[in-house]
């Protein structure tokens, strides 16, 4: 393992994105297979003439965005954040606030929320990455409840109650025009971010960068002595989780029309956690898999009882003690010793 | 002159006083915690459930007629074998794991998650609270204070002195620190490890489930009252030291401090962002807190 | 048999079955609301209220001939999941009407999902001025008593009994808590109170004797609190504990002593004066067997929300059949103007911003341990209480 590793870090030059393509790893046709499935879905749910099933869908794919974030660090780096919220809530009021004040730009909303997550994850990254491991979790735990707390307070984002009168927008791509009131385009649309924001950092995370997070996460002290500098690429992955965090939220109001403190509690960031655990941590399609499955799990379980906690809970524990891998991971298992072919991280 | 007097007496001495009632109380939700991680490296993040699990069992023990004395020493014996079979049963498994940190927390988060909506599903959501078994006030220079916060300043510092003899001056302490210190060596001198794993785990959470108890008359029950002390006792764990019983206390007693008389010149709404500062500051200047760890300190 | 016979007969078991399905189609009503979390206990009365009156109102035979069925949703408090059930109850479910939310957050949002869905929603529970007035929504209705109401009521009881009092604010230190605490400052003041100082504690504060210093300092003769919850029984049992509650009367906002926390205050509540649209002690006819029945069914005393919630069905159904169907245009008009008969007498539903004008009453607790009794102690009629019309949306 360390010897592959090895070898990609002092070998850029290898093989190129085509030949590449056909010795994909297992995990991206899961990944395929899952955007087949989707659009399948989205047929059928089409089919029933309500929109109800396709935004919960759409719901679920933002958060999906917010639990990948997660991912990037506690999957790939090491890095546990229970503040991920933050990020999310971040984006959200960001592009609420430019959609109901400035423009009815989707484009505008989205590039304002990205450069809100980029300096907000630059600050929040040297705070934290000062400490590692529960520490870092601590802080990023302190810093979302200490951001939270004070939107809850400010009357001119909403206070306690949001804001509201988020308007439905037309996304304009060139000649093509979708609306966000329309459930089944707008479905479309962050299926096809969330594959693409997917086939974007899968590829970092195969790519020289991704290998040094790589190698951080194994054992940070030696990666100096391969000449790289460990705190830059852990603030870089971090700005990166915190801009793929507010992209995801900025998504939020122009499906609901509204934001609220709430998406930056804890309890956002800790359903991400969860999420990512259950779906499968390391794995990028593990938290979207994860996510549309504890979402619709949240809604029928939701129907019948209160305590859904209680299942959610202990469907956790059990990923945590039993399915070290979540679910994709453990699939990923299976279809390794079945063909042989595996990823080369430790 | 006399109106610095009048301050110090009127103004400044209660609001210390009170600070130190609650100072009492953090360090308490603090020891187990510490001890925990200091021994185990666990990161309870179910501390504060326990914690409310303690009050909930005085609840309904005194539903059934036991008095306020006997609750102190029944909850605690109570809640021991719920900590030791948590240890077994889920802390053990993960904790071979390298990445045994971010486990623990994960599941420990897990469990607390379940224990609030049990307490929940158990008990409702109504808030409860047990009567004052001390009722009454007295006269302390000039200042008036409920008998009930004296008792528990007062049995607040002796528990918290009980726990240090038995951690520094007995051999089970010894055994502890032991394990602490070097688990491999401690186990080839014949300390039953595992055991002791357990046991310091469920100690712990005893010790929560007891202030549970003690706190229960005047700040009141309901199941989501765990999450009123955690940021609070993790950072008095973070700048005390992570397992360091010392710094527990002292941190304690003076973020408690801190706060209280900070409350006097600042809006109380930023008394629980200074607290966090306070911690970030510790983490990045000094990571090992105060004091530094229970076997090392 | 000839074929006019024939003919005649199926069209008769046609029209028989068409006419049997419609009778028997339901007339659904959506409830979203917190069946779990802090607001759990407001949820549960909630529902009461709402099952009892529909019960009553199916077994006299329903709206128009049609029963009345409830579909219940868990909100938990949040915004976020309100707007997701309460759009599975629009689309999936078809609810003609919604009803049930919270908090004004969670009843802003559904009501702008209301708009979008082109249905109505009403509330039952919220009492933050905005819904009926900055952030009125054609769409939504409330039959309870809003904030400014409340205070209303509560002003003139204060200057009545206790004129030119000197009076210590305190509350948690969120908007709601400070627009509480100032929209009752404004109405004191102007029936002759004085302000001596206020305090925001923040939201959760275990310990409330780091403030007694400054309270006892102003030596007010009232304090008013707009704390909720659990912050409302560590407040008043801590108060209780220093000894502060003698010689002091505490007034509050409607939320800060409910069913939810009652029983934990216990004695300290003693004496405590609020200004709501409801009190289980009312001695009209229809409130005393509105509580007999509902004690009866559910073991307990109904609160203001049990209350409020049971007279919304009583307004859902004078509209249904005032506007002769479900339809959303012809229901909101039947709404707007509408009166009808509530435990606590009637109701007038505003047309210009959708909010409920009833009397109001100053409302004092007995509280002697063992028992707690609502007892009215004052009464403002529901044109002086209602206050102007301020929303100019519709």
Known sequence: MPEATLRTLSDPGRAGPASRLSRLAPVHWLALAFLAAALGFAAVAWATGNGFYLRLATEALIFAGLAMSVDLLLGYTGLLSLGQALYFGLGAYVSALVLRDVAASFWLAMAAALLAGGVAGLIGGVIANRVKGVYFALITFGLAQVAAKTVYNTRALGASDGLIGIPQISIGFGPLSLDTADPLSFFLLVLVLTVAAYAGLAYLMDAPFGRTLAAIRANEKRVPFLGFNAWRYKLAVYVLAACVAALAGALYPMLRGFVSPELMFFETSGNAVITVIVGGVGTLVGPVVGSLLLTALRSVVGSWTEHHLIVVGVIFMLSVIFLRKGLVGALLARLSRRTGQGRATP | ?297 | MTKTTLLGTAALVLLGLGGFASAAEPIRIGVVTPLSGTYAPIGQQVRWGLELATTEVNAAGGILGRQVELLFEDEEANPAVATQKAEKLFQVNKVDFLTGTVNSGSTLVVGQLAERNGRLIATTVSFSDAITTDKCSPNVFRVNARAGQQSAALAEWLAKDKPKAKVYYLGPDYEMGRSTVAAFKAAAEKTGAQSTGEVFAPLGSKDYSQYFGQLRAARPSVLYTSTAGNDTVRLLTQMGEYGLLRNLTIVGASGTVTAQNIGAIGKAADGFVTGVGYSAELATPENQAFVAAFRKAYDTAPDLYGADSYGLIGFFKAAVEKAGGTDTDALRKAMEGLSWSTPQGRKTMRAGDHQAIQDMYAVRIAADGASTRFDVVGTVPGDAAIGPDLCTRF
């Open chain 2, 1 to 297: 002159m006399a109106d610095l007097i009048d301050y110090l007496q009127f103004v400044l001495a209660p609001q210390a006083l009170n600070g130190l009632s609650l100072g009492v109380a953090v360090v308490l939700m603090a020891l187990g915690l510490t001890i925990i991680f200091g021994l185990l490296d666990v990161i309870n993040m179910a501390h504060g459930e326990f914690y409310a699990m303690g009050a909930f069992l005085a609840l309904t023990l005194a539903g059934l007629g036991i008095g306020f004395w006997a609750l102190l020493v029944l909850v605690p014996l109570l809640m021991l074998p719920i900590g030791w079979l948590a240890e077994r049963w889920l802390i053990a498994r993960v904790f071979h794991s390298r990445d045994r940190h971010i486990l623990t927390l994960l599941l420990t988060f897990g469990l607390g998650m379940i224990m609030e909506d049990l307490l929940k599903l158990v008990y409702g959501p109504n808030t409860q609270r047990p009567e004052n078994p001390i009722e009454g006030g007295t006269e302390i220079l000039g200042m008036f204070l409920p008998n009930y916060r004296l008792f528990l300043i007062g049995f607040g510092l002796a528990l918290i002195a009980a726990v240090w003899l038995v951690v520094f001056r007995t051999g089970l302490g010894a055994m502890v620190r032991a394990a602490a210190f070097d688990k491999d060596m401690a186990s080839s001198l014949g300390v039953p490890v595992r055991r002791v794993y357990a046991g310091t785990f469920a100690f712990g959470v005893a010790l929560a489930g007891l202030s549970g108890v003690l706190l229960a008359p005047i700040y009141s029950v309901f199941p989501t009252m765990g999450r009123d002390f955690i940021l609070m006792a993790f950072t008095v764990v973070i700048v005390g030291g992570m397992g360091s019983i010392q710094g527990a206390v002292i941190a304690g007693l003076l973020l408690t401090q801190v706060q209280a008389l900070s409350s006097l010149y600042i809006s109380p709404v930023w008394s629980d962002p200074l607290v966090f500062g306070i911690m970030v500051l510790v983490l990045m200047v000094r990571p090992q807190g105060l004091f530094g760890r229970l076997g090392h300190a």
